[in-house]
Nanobody, 121 residues
Framework: QVQLVESGGGLVQPGGSLRLSCAASGFTLDNYAIGWFRQAPGKERDGVSCIGTTDNSYYADAVKGRFTIARDNAKNTVYLQMNSLRPEDTAVYYC???????????????WGQGTQVTVSS
Protein backbone atom coordinates (compact mmCIF):
# COMPACT_ATOMS: atom_id res chain seq x y z
CA GLN A 1 0.00 0.00 0.00
CA VAL A 2 1.38 3.38 -1.04
CA GLN A 3 1.45 5.76 1.88
CA LEU A 4 3.10 8.96 3.11
CA VAL A 5 3.05 9.64 6.83
CA GLU A 6 4.05 12.93 8.40
CA SER A 7 5.16 13.23 12.00
CA GLY A 8 7.00 15.62 14.29
CA GLY A 9 4.43 18.37 14.65
CA GLY A 10 3.44 19.86 17.96
CA LEU A 11 3.26 22.98 20.08
CA VAL A 12 6.39 25.14 20.24
CA GLN A 13 7.16 28.62 21.51
CA PRO A 14 8.15 31.40 19.12
CA GLY A 15 11.82 31.08 18.26
CA GLY A 16 11.77 27.34 18.81
CA SER A 17 12.44 24.46 16.43
CA LEU A 18 10.72 21.37 15.15
CA ARG A 19 11.73 18.68 12.70
CA LEU A 20 9.00 17.18 10.58
CA SER A 21 9.38 13.77 8.98
CA CYS A 22 7.71 12.41 5.86
CA ALA A 23 8.06 8.64 5.72
CA ALA A 24 7.07 6.63 2.69
CA SER A 25 5.85 3.05 2.42
CA GLY A 26 5.02 1.11 -0.69
CA PHE A 27 7.36 3.12 -2.91
CA THR A 28 10.87 4.57 -2.93
CA LEU A 29 11.10 8.25 -2.11
CA ASP A 30 14.36 8.87 -3.94
CA ASN A 31 12.55 8.41 -7.25
CA TYR A 32 10.28 11.34 -6.42
CA ALA A 33 10.38 15.02 -5.71
CA ILE A 34 8.98 15.68 -2.23
CA GLY A 35 7.17 18.86 -1.41
CA TRP A 36 6.10 20.26 1.92
CA PHE A 37 2.93 22.35 2.04
CA ARG A 38 1.02 24.02 4.83
CA GLN A 39 -2.53 25.12 5.35
CA ALA A 40 -3.70 27.50 8.05
CA PRO A 41 -7.39 27.72 9.02
CA GLY A 42 -9.39 29.53 6.36
CA LYS A 43 -6.44 29.75 3.98
CA GLU A 44 -5.27 27.91 0.92
CA ARG A 45 -2.65 25.18 1.00
CA ASP A 46 0.68 26.82 0.14
CA GLY A 47 4.05 25.42 -0.84
CA VAL A 48 6.78 25.65 1.79
CA SER A 49 9.70 23.70 0.38
CA CYS A 50 10.56 21.00 -2.11
CA ILE A 51 13.48 18.68 -2.79
CA GLY A 52 13.93 17.27 -6.26
CA THR A 53 15.27 13.91 -7.38
CA THR A 54 18.76 15.40 -7.76
CA ASP A 55 18.50 16.98 -4.30
CA ASN A 56 17.89 20.45 -5.70
CA SER A 57 15.86 22.31 -3.10
CA TYR A 58 13.41 25.19 -3.11
CA TYR A 59 11.94 27.34 -0.38
CA ALA A 60 9.11 29.81 -0.10
CA ASP A 61 10.34 33.33 0.67
CA ALA A 62 8.57 33.23 4.03
CA VAL A 63 10.76 30.35 5.26
CA LYS A 64 14.10 30.94 3.52
CA GLY A 65 16.98 30.88 5.97
CA ARG A 66 14.84 29.24 8.67
CA PHE A 67 13.72 25.92 7.16
CA THR A 68 15.88 23.18 5.66
CA ILE A 69 14.70 20.19 3.64
CA ALA A 70 16.74 16.99 3.40
CA ARG A 71 16.45 13.35 2.36
CA ASP A 72 17.55 10.18 4.10
CA ASN A 73 17.18 7.58 1.36
CA ALA A 74 18.24 4.77 3.68
CA LYS A 75 15.21 5.55 5.84
CA ASN A 76 12.97 6.40 2.88
CA THR A 77 12.21 9.65 4.67
CA VAL A 78 12.36 13.38 3.94
CA TYR A 79 12.77 15.87 6.75
CA LEU A 80 11.85 19.51 7.18
CA GLN A 81 13.94 21.19 9.87
CA MET A 82 12.14 24.30 11.04
CA ASN A 83 14.05 26.84 13.12
CA SER A 84 13.19 30.30 14.45
CA LEU A 85 9.52 29.45 14.29
CA ARG A 86 6.97 32.24 14.28
CA PRO A 87 3.27 32.31 15.12
CA GLU A 88 2.50 32.76 11.43
CA ASP A 89 4.07 29.33 10.77
CA THR A 90 1.11 27.75 12.57
CA ALA A 91 -0.63 25.39 10.16
CA VAL A 92 -1.19 21.79 9.23
CA TYR A 93 1.87 20.63 7.31
CA TYR A 94 1.57 18.11 4.50
CA CYS A 95 4.14 16.29 2.41
CA UNK A 96 3.52 15.17 -1.15
CA UNK A 97 5.40 13.08 -3.71
CA UNK A 98 5.55 13.86 -7.40
CA UNK A 99 7.72 13.62 -10.49
CA UNK A 100 9.19 17.11 -10.00
CA UNK A 101 8.92 20.10 -7.72
CA UNK A 102 5.88 22.19 -8.52
CA UNK A 103 4.74 25.44 -6.97
CA UNK A 104 1.09 24.44 -6.75
CA UNK A 105 -0.63 21.46 -5.23
CA UNK A 106 -1.68 19.83 -8.49
CA UNK A 107 0.67 17.36 -10.12
CA UNK A 108 1.66 15.49 -6.97
CA UNK A 109 0.83 11.80 -6.94
CA UNK A 110 0.68 11.05 -3.23
CA TRP A 111 -0.19 13.06 -0.13
CA GLY A 112 0.17 12.48 3.56
CA GLN A 113 -2.54 13.15 6.14
CA GLY A 114 -0.82 16.17 7.67
CA THR A 115 0.70 17.08 11.02
CA GLN A 116 -0.28 20.10 13.11
CA VAL A 117 2.33 22.71 13.96
CA THR A 118 1.34 25.37 16.48
CA VAL A 119 3.68 28.21 17.37
CA SER A 120 2.46 30.05 20.44
CA SER A 121 3.64 31.33 23.78
Amino acid sequence: QVQLVESGGGLVQPGGSLRLSCAASGFTLDNYAIGWFRQAPGKERDGVSCIGTTDNSYYADAVKGRFTIARDNAKNTVYLQMNSLRPEDTAVYYCAAGKRCLAGTSGYDYWGQGTQVTVSS
